[in-house]
């Protein structure tokens, strides 16, 4: 039986574990509000860029002079996975997800005989990354001393991405990271950005025709690019948001059950303070009775 | 005919303005233009300049970096790259966008050397903002 003691210190210490999480959990809490508010400020933007797209890729899409960027290289050898999770981890199973979703898309890919390259955004996913497809890596964006994360910084990622498609040096980009459905469910997402996945085209209302200033091809050319940092942009914000969820609900968790261990703890506690007790007594009795 | 549309100017981060205007102008690509109500439909890119709203509620300026605007007949939507308004514009904010116009023309005047266009292009970019501040009346230096 472990003595007093040793439980005394074992309470206070979870104590203070306790009050540690606790803080993250409100900590997380409110970030968590304001990475929702960013995430939801950039929606008009990202909805309306998405719109025109269509309307644009609608009307010259099939042209075979389409530009690269949404039409493609013709071809499908080279992946570039952009993996983007958090800086920081005790997030639960947040970075693990983002990572392992990226894992199996490499494993598929390789599997086809395709090559793969990766660019992480956010230290824990190259952590989580490196053991097995380290050797991928080609480029690494850290963002630990960004606080809130702006337009600038997903341009700075997108300009990075589009040299290297410009240099030839991959066909198709993907990038993960974790859509945020609400505080409890993240939800690991892939996404095409290169070439662009308009979605489909067929819906777009044809009733109205738009002139273009200058024509439809500059205005795509012009757009494209935007639209890679548009999309790394939400992706960046939703992750920003699925972080700080995803450490809200694992810290809840942790507080939960440091509780649940001060409980039990203190129960033994006593316990063994009252057999403590009850021995001392059998030995003054006992010690009485041989008089 | 209606006599106002409805205006929404939207950057990256967030919306800065969705009202009703009776006309807007703004800095197209190929000149400047305004739109008012029943505007036949037309998709421009912008360049640097001022976005001007004038309506019911009085008269507004923003000052924007470049994007597109949409018109149709309805309303008028501009998705600006950067976007402040006139009065929240600083000599320092000011100063950061035409020093960030200068570097890329340097940056081109060097990457493209046996090439005009793209030196031409950022060199345009940095009269604009310029021009910007002429209008604003914030010095460039």
Do not use: W
């Amino acid at each position: 039986m472990p003595n007093l003691k040793d439980l005394k210190n074992r309470i206070s210490s979870v104590k203070s574990t306790r009050k540690i999480t606790k803080a993250m959990q409100m900590v997380a809490a409110a970030k968590l509000r304001r990475a929702q508010e960013a995430a939801e400020m950039s929606r008009p933007y990202t909805e309306r860029f998405n719109a025109v797209m269509k309307k644009l890729a609608a009307s010259v899409g099939d042209a075979e002079n389409a530009p690269r960027l949404l039409a493609g290289t013709g071809d499908d050898k080279v992946h570039l996975l952009v993996v983007m999770t958090a800086e920081r981890g005790l997030c639960g199973g947040f970075n693990a997800n983002i990572a392992k979703l990226a894992k199996a898309e490499a494993a598929d890919l390789l599997a086809q005989g395709k090559t793969v390259k990766i660019i992480t955004v956010g230290k824990k996913g190259r952590d989580a990354m490196r053991r097995d497809y380290g050797s991928y890596f080609i480029d690494h964006v850290d963002l630990s001393d960004v606080k809130r994360v702006g337009y600038a910084d997903a341009q700075a990622v997108a300009e990075g991405v589009l040299k290297r498609f410009d240099a030839g040096e991959f066909d198709v980009a993907k990038i993960f990271y974790s859509k945020f459905e609400n505080v409890v469910s993240q939800i690991p997402t892939k996404q095409q950005i290169i070439p662009a996945d308009v979605g489909d085209t067929e819906e777009v209302d044809t009733e109205t025709f738009y002139e273009y200033e200058p024509d439809e091809e500059a205005i795509l050319a012009d757009l494209l690019p935007r639209g890679v940092a548009t999309q790394i942009f939400s992706a960046l914000l939703e992750n920003g948001a699925s972080e700080q969820g995803a450490r809200m609900s694992a810290m809840d968790n942790a507080t939960r059950n440091a509780g649940d261990m001060i409980d039990k703890l203190t129960i033994e506690y006593n316990r063994s303070r009252q057999a403590v007790i009850t021995n001392e007594l059998i030995e003054i009795i006992s010690g009485a009775e041989a008089l | 005919m209606a006599d106002t549309v409805q205006f929404d100017l939207v950057s990256p981060e967030r919306l800065l303005a969705s009202v009703a205007a009776r006309e807007v102008s703004i800095p197209g690509a190929e000149g400047n233009l305004t739109a008012m109500a029943d505007h036949a439909p037309l998709i421009t890119t912008l360049r640097p300049g001022i976005v001007r709203v004038s309506g019911p509620e009085g008269d507004k300026e923003y000052v924007v970096t470049g994007g597109f605007a949409e018109i149709s007949g309805s309303s008028i939507s501009v998705l600006a790259e950067q976007a402040v308004a006139r009065e929240d514009m600083t000599q320092d904010a000011y100063k950061a966008m035409v020093n960030a116009a200068t570097d890329k023309l340097a940056h081109a005047q060097e990457t493209f050397v046996n090439e005009p266009g793209p030196v031409d292009e950022a060199a345009k970019l940095l009269s604009d903002m310029v021009a910007i501040g002429d209008h604003i009346g914030l010095s460039a230096n």
